[in-house]
């Protein structure tokens, strides 16, 4: 049973456009939501995390959007770069003594 | 070196030969993973541990061995490899107190 979905598998988008992943959830147990971004040859790296008392987190060109009345929460990359191609993973915790649940992965590709 | 290192990076072996992949951190975190890592699968986790001695099964363990006699080794062995056991393998490591998990280069290992 997967516990993280995540949509798209695969996105293109333009250079200076907006990229969007979306994830949903299923378990209301969850606390923590990170993603992870992961270069080819590289092992993945966190890029951003928001916990659900809030409904949305940025950092930089990355924004974390937050629905908890919908278990959902979605990545958004503000004036996408050709450096941001890579495979992007969202997930969850159910605290922080456990193991991390991945969703499936979105390979994304910015077009110079 | 500070960090998590995986051995070899690379690793051709023949069907049945048993293999095994290392994995070493230098930080004592306490939980230990490792994933596959296939294309459309995203990562999937084989074993994890939360200290020396604790394993524990993940989403696809069968066909896979793991011990962990010390907190910075936690080796993963192929008693008998399959070709379906070609992937891409990372290993992780997550300290007590931190949610953040971070991740080896990876071993791309492949089962002719």
């Known amino acids: 049973q997967q516990q993280v979905k995540q949509s798209p598998q695969s996105l293109i988008v333009q250079k200076g456009g907006i990229s969007i992943i979306n994830c949903a959830y299923e378990n209301t147990a969850f606390d923590y939501f990170p993603w992870y971004q992961q270069f080819p040859g590289k092992g993945p790296a966190l890029l951003i995390a928001i916990r659900p008392d809030v409904s949305e987190k940025k950092e930089g060109r990355f924004t974390i959007s937050f629905n908890k009345s919908a278990k959902q929460f979605s990545l958004h990359i503000m004036d996408s770069q050709p450096g941001d191609s890579a495979t992007y993973f969202c997930?969850?915790?159910?605290?922080?003594?456990?193991?991390?649940?991945f969703g499936k992965g979105t390979r994304l590709h910015i077009l110079p | 070196d500070a960090g998590i290192t995986q051995s070899p990076r690379y690793k051709i072996t023949e069907t049945g030969r048993q293999v095994t992949l290392m994995c070493h951190q230098t930080?004592?975190?306490?939980?230990m993973f490792w994933y596959r890592q296939d294309l459309g699968h995203g990562l999937r986790l084989i074993y994890y541990s939360a200290a020396a001695d604790i394993t524990d099964k993940g989403e696809v363990p069968d066909g896979y061995v793991v011990s962990r006699s010390k907190t910075e080794n936690f080796p993963l062995t192929l008693e008998s490899a399959t070709r379906s056991q070609t992937s891409v393998y990372f290993c992780a490591s997550q300290g007590d107190s931190n949610t953040e998990a971070f991740f080896g280069q990876g071993t791309r290992l492949t089962v002719v």
């Open positions: 930080w004592s975190h306490s939980y």
């Open positions: 997930a969850a915790l159910m605290n922080r003594d456990d193991k991390i649940i």
